[in-house]
């Protein structure tokens, strides 16, 4: 983001530097990190590398309205050097989805290798890992949506030991296309079919429209269950990103409920833009599913499951913030 300060923005910052954290924090309120400053010497004033999520686009007119008395603002997408450079050296043909992953044989294979594939992270990072909640899921019959608020890598981790073996038996996750289906990697966890085997995914296709809920609706056609992010991105604010309305669609369109999840402690394990993981707590707290009623609206019943899961953030927050 480069910033050139209207001459009013320019003497503020003169009489007083700290007028730059002001800033900052302006623009970390709409989740955005602030990886590196520097004040230039040119034609603009400013430059910030800013970790923000992928719609970028969806902030600008937000960051505009904040800056607007201070800077006009230049918004640059960027991307990560070494990541160019291997994005270059590999094919972006993907594959999947994989309809066999939901036989009894695919299964029965995923079963056996949850041990290696989910729960040896969780008994490595999770110090402990608190699940509260399960018996809420007793009277669930039939096929459901599993949310849960996306702030880590962990977060699936962190979830599966939250739901019953009926459930998680036939529970597929959704995942970005170009991240984890290429096609052309030479280690075996990155293969596509062992994604989709072992993993339990499926490939979704960024900005890829009401298509992208095409394969969701065949697995619920089929009895299977879905576990989804409504917030479509991890979140690197404070606050829970807004629900996207995908999870609202499936759920009145086939008539299933939806279990809210909430992951705490995960964030602190691992932040967005990190690979380092420190062992910590972590919680998984299932609240009461969500039987939307014939006739609501999708906005409705996004607003209803975004109030539900917030509730219990907001306590969590203000629990978190009075710790010293």
């Known amino acids: 983001m480069l910033l050139k300060y209207h001459p009013d923005g320019l003497e503020a910052v003169r009489r007083d530097p700290g007028t730059l954290l002001g800033l900052h924090a302006s623009i970390e309120r709409w989740e955005s990190k602030i990886l590196q400053s520097y004040h230039m010497l040119g034609e603009y004033d400013h ?3 800013v970790d923000a999520p992928d ?3 969806a902030y600008r007119a937000a960051l505009g309205q904040e800056l607007s008395s201070t800077a006009e603002t230049e918004i640059l997408p960027a991307i990560d050097l070494p990541i160019f450079a291997r994005l270059l050296s590999q094919s972006a043909e ?19 290798m ?11 990072f999770f110090k402990p890992l608190t699940v509260t909640g399960t018996e809420r899921l007793n009277t669930l019959k039939g096929p459901c949506i599993v949310v849960a608020n996306h702030s880590s890598h962990l977060d699936q981790y962190a979830l599966l030991p939250a739901l019953p073996e009926r459930i998680k038996s036939n529970l597929y996750f959704g995942a970005a296309a170009d991240r984890w289906f290429l096609k052309g990697r030479d280690q075996i966890t990155l293969q596509p079919w062992y994604q989709s085997l ?23 056609s089929k009895g299977c269950n879905l576990m989804l992010f409504p917030e479509g991105t991890r979140s690197r604010g404070k606050e829970l990103g807004k629900f996207k309305y995908g999870v609202a669609m499936l759920a009145l369109e086939f008539n299933v409920p939806v279990v809210p999840v909430y992951l705490e402690g995960l964030k602190a394990l ?6 380092e993981i420190t062992p910590g707590p972590a919680g998984a707290h299932v609240l009461d599913p969500l039987h939307f009623e014939p006739g609501t609206s999708v906005p409705d019943a996004t607003r209803q499951l975004f109030e539900a899961m917030n509730a219990v953030h907001q306590r969590v927050l203000a629990k978190t913030e009075a710790s010293p």
Request: glycine content about 10%; aromatic content about 14%.
């Open 114 to 124: 949850r041990p290696y594939a989910y729960s040896r992270h969780g008994w490595k």
């Open 270 to 275: 691992r932040p967005p833009g990190t690979r």
């Open 47 to 49: 430059c910030l590398i």
């Open 55 to 57: 719609n970028f686009k």
């Open 198 to 220: 072992v993993m339990g995914l499926y490939p979704v296709r960024r900005g890829g429209g009401s298509k992208a809920l095409d394969y969701p609706r065949w697995l619920l």
């Open 94 to 112: 993907t594959d999947g989805p994989h309809e066999w992953q939901i036989k009894p044989w695919a299964q029965l294979i995923r079963r056996l």
